[in-house]
Structures are given as structure tokens and as C-alpha cells.
């Protein structure tokens, strides 16, 4: 069983960036998609990005150009670089895991969640 510790999280001022991580253990090496999604209050949980076993990324169009998602070599650690933050970044983000195939941006899609961790961006 995959389990999913998201760190990085804070409060960061519009323009600024943040790092999340995602700590992945328990046959983590098979897992073929990892996403990055955010869930902000009174709204549904979106997709932000995310990386295949063999690389492929994919993100949101909200996030192109300021977000990178990428892996440990050991594909133990997700990451999340959040570049030039705005307050409608501002959620709770969530770390997922999936070994079925089909990665996409939809929930549904994953199987494996972490806790979370918040972020808060201020304007």
C-alpha cells in the first residue's frame, strides 16, 4: 500500500514561490501516474499537474509556465516548484499516486491520496 506525506506548505505574499514535496513509500516505484491537486474552500478538487513513469507532464492551464512538477530519480519524492504565486493558487494541495495507467487530471483517476498541505497566497 502507497502512502503519501505532502510538506511544503505555507502563506507566501502574490509573486513569490513556494516548494512542495511529496514523500512516497510502499511500492512507490510502481506507481505510474503522481499529481499534484489543489482544493480550495466551497470547490471541487481540480488537477493541477502531473508526471508518468516515464516523464511525461502534464498541467493545468491556470499553472503552464509557473508550475513544475518532477520526480526523485528513485521516484520516492514528488515535487511541486510554484512559481509567481497568486491568490487563486491559494488551496489545499494534495499529493496522488496511481499504478492502473491512463494518468490524467481528473480525481477520479487516482487512487492514492496524501493529507495535504495549505497554501496560502496573499495579494
Known amino acids: 500500500q502507497v502512502q503519501l506525506v505532502e510538506s511544503g506548505g505555507g502563506s507566501v505574499q502574490s509573486g513569490g514561490s513556494l516548494t512542495l514535496s511529496c514523500l512516497a513509500s510502499?511500492?512507490?516505484?510502481?506507481?505510474?501516474?503522481m499529481g499534484w491537486f489543489r482544493q480550495a474552500p466551497g470547490k471541487e478538487r481540480e488537477g493541477v499537474a502531473y508526471?508518468?513513469?516515464?516523464?511525461?507532464?502534464r498541467y493545468t492551464d491556470s499553472v503552464k509556465g509557473r508550475f513544475t512538477i518532477s520526480q526523485s530519480n528513485a521516484k520516492s519524492t514528488l515535487y511541486l516548484r510554484m512559481n509567481s504565486l497568486k491568490p487563486e493558487d491559494t488551496a489545499m494541495y494534495y499529493c496522488?499516486?496511481?499504478?492502473?495507467?491512463?494518468?490524467?487530471?481528473?480525481?477520479?483517476?487516482?487512487?492514492?491520496w496524501g493529507q495535504g498541505t495549505q497554501v496560502t497566497v496573499s495579494s
Open positions: 510502499g511500492y512507490s516505484d510502481r506507481m505510474y501516474c
Open positions: 496522488a499516486a496511481d499504478w492502473r495507467g491512463g494518468c490524467s487530471l481528473l480525481p477520479a483517476n487516482f487512487a492514492a
Open positions: 508526471i508518468t513513469s516515464y516523464g511525461t507532464t
